[in-house]
Structures are given as structure tokens and as C-alpha cells.
């Protein structure tokens, strides 16, 4: 069953303040997504491919953690959800674009945890994250 890693959680609350994370996942995403709202701290939300008709309607702060060799969200689409999260962005709600060049579909769940490339890239991940919560956190 998933759960929250605690030094996550341990983390967000008390340098952050957060309270609860909504989590948005697809495929092992969303599985993961489901099994972690049994978490107090988890709500499950949005376990569905992104596409701009989900993106667009959300307001609130998005990152976007991309993989440049990702065949499920293209480039393509990416473009498409981006020009549409322009308008979010005129509207005051903040979106950023973080892409992982030479890396494929599933890097943090599919990759060798042992391969040095993989662990740094999860921790960039993990930091990317926290940055960008801590940018949005109510004081």
C-alpha cells in the first residue's frame, strides 16, 4: 500500500506549513494516487491522462515535471496544455515547465534506483517540488 514517505510529510509541515497534498497521478501515478488517499495527509485527485481540458480549468499553482523522451504526454501535447495555461497565468495563477532532457516516460518508477542518473534525477525531482510548494505555501 502506499503511503506518504514521513520525511516528505515531516518536511512539508514544518518548514512549509502544509497541511494536506493533493496528488494528480496516471497509470502507476494514479494507482499510487488512490492507494495514497488513505493517507490522512493525501487527497487523491485527478488519476487521468493530462490533457488541456483538465488542466485549464484548475486554479491554483501548476508544475509540470516533464520527461523529454515522453511518449504518453508529447511534445505535442505539452505545447498544447502550456498555451492554454498562458491564459491561467494572465489570470494571476502560476504555471512552470520543468523538463528532464534525454530521460524517457517513467524515470522515477521504471529506472535502475541503483543508476546514478536515475537517483539524481528523483532528487531533483523531490527538490524542484519543495521549491516550488514552498513559493506557494499560505504563511
Same mark, same amino acid.
Request: charged share 25%; proline share 4%; net charge negative.
Given at each position: ?15 512549509? $506549513? ?10 502507476? $501515478? $494514479?494507482?499510487?494516487?488512490?492507494? /495514497? $488517499?488513505? #493517507? ?6 485527478? *488519476? !487521468? ?9 484548475? *486554479?491554483?499553482?501548476?508544475? &509540470? ?7 504518453? &504526454?508529447?511534445? /505535442?501535447?505539452?505545447? /498544447?496544455? @502550456? ?6 497565468? /494572465? ?20 529506472? #535502475? ?7 539524481? #534525477?528523483? *532528487?531533483?525531482? @523531490? !527538490?524542484? !517540488?519543495? =521549491?516550488?510548494?514552498?513559493? @506557494?505555501?499560505? =504563511?
Amino acid at each position: 500500500q502506499a503511503t506518504a514517505d514521513p520525511t516528505i510529510i515531516t518536511e512539508l509541515q514544518s518548514t512549509h $506549513g502544509i497541511e494536506t497534498i493533493t496528488l494528480a497521478g496516471y497509470w502507476f $501515478g $494514479g494507482k499510487i494516487t488512490v492507494l /495514497a $488517499g488513505s #493517507d490522512p495527509t493525501l487527497t487523491p485527485s485527478l *488519476r !487521468s491522462i493530462t490533457r488541456v481540458r483538465f488542466c485549464c480549468p484548475l *486554479r491554483v499553482p501548476l508544475l &509540470f515535471l516533464n520527461t523529454e523522451l515522453d511518449t504518453t &504526454f508529447t511534445p /505535442a501535447d505539452r505545447a /498544447a496544455a @502550456f498555451a492554454a495555461l498562458e491564459k491561467n497565468m /494572465a489570470e494571476g495563477f502560476a504555471f512552470d515547465v520543468v523538463d528532464f532532457e534525454g530521460v524517457k516516460h517513467g524515470f522515477a518508477t521504471c529506472r #535502475d534506483v541503483t543508476e546514478e542518473r536515475s537517483l539524481e #534525477d528523483m *532528487r531533483d525531482v @523531490f !527538490s524542484k !517540488s519543495l =521549491e516550488w510548494i514552498a513559493m @506557494f505555501a499560505k =504563511e
